[in-house]
């Protein structure tokens, strides 16, 4: 894949459902991320536009993490996974004039209500140590990008599909949960072509991550997270234009 380039940019909102609302070892970005916390200003944290709105943005790309492979083609991800039922939609726009996007391929992936992203060992997720160790075991440089391959074939949570005639695409998912050294976050990647991708993070108010984390039974067994927006290391690195989901319950 090709260095990523801003060239879209995206309008964001999430809908809840009713029925729940060594100097080696350093170079690793994703290894680091797990032994220190970031100093973030979530100021720099902007909303995503709703897409009711005359607004446009560039959205900041992110790194694409460890725990990506491709997703098959659908609109329900969720399969097996218990969890607040979240409505994603996603808007890709052509800057800087705003016009819609048709036939780009969006592609998500996140973690389930307990942490664990398909595809990767439920046991890494909150323990720092074992993460550490299977990173450190597992993963390796691709392109430069900090990469581990899956080790089963399961694939829940993870999804794509291509922009209509407005740039709109709709998931079905659950509000994802969190894991040892991240805020709440979804993945996305967006291509248009070749030589026009984009790859990021989308956010959640902190307020709303611990209503849900607090008083959803999916959600109940580790409860809030324990890591502030401030503190993320993956946030630190850079610009955050329009990665804050702009979530609405559904009456």
């Not at 032994?35 to 709105?53: H, M, Q, R, V, Y």
């Not at 939609?89 to 780009?104: D, I, K, M, S």
């Not at 060992?121 to 990469?147: C, M, Q, S």
């Not at 391959?149 to 659950?174: H, K, M, S, Y």
């Amino acid at each position: 894949m090709k260095k990523t380039t801003r060239k879209r940019f995206l309008m964001g909102l999430g809908t809840l459902g009713t029925g729940a609302l060594a100097t080696w070892f350093f170079r690793k970005p994703i290894i680091r991320n797990l032994i220190f916390t970031g100093d973030f200003d979530p100021a720099k944290l902007t909303n995503a536009p709703s897409g009711s709105e005359d607004l446009c943005i560039l959205t900041s790309g992110q790194t694409e993490g460890p725990f990506y492979y491709p997703s098959p083609e659908r609109v329900n991800i969720s399969e097996d996974r218990d969890g607040q039922k979240l409505t994603l939609r996603l808007q890709v726009n052509r800057h800087p004039n705003c016009t819609p996007v048709e036939g780009a391929v969006v592609e998500i992936w996140h973690c389930d209500a307990e942490g664990t992203y398909s595809g990767y060992p439920e046991e890494i997720t909150r323990d720092e140590w074992k993460t550490f160790i299977f990173l450190l075991r597992e993963g390796e440089d691709k392109n430069g990008v900090y990469h581990v391959d899956p080790v089963n074939e399961t694939r829940f949570l993870r999804g794509l599909q291509r922009t209509d005639a407005d740039g709109w695409v709709q998931f079905e998912t659950i509000f994802p949960g969190w894991y040892v050294g991240r805020v709440p976050h979804i993945h996305a990647k967006i291509m248009v072509s070749e030589d026009e991708q984009l790859t990021t993070q989308f956010y959640f108010d902190s307020n709303l991550c611990d209503d849900i984390y607090t008083q959803k039974a999916s959600y109940s067994k580790f409860g809030k997270s324990p890591l502030a927006i401030e503190q993320d290391v993956v946030l630190s690195g850079g610009d955050a234009n329009g990665l804050l989901l702009n979530v609405q319950p559904n009456n």
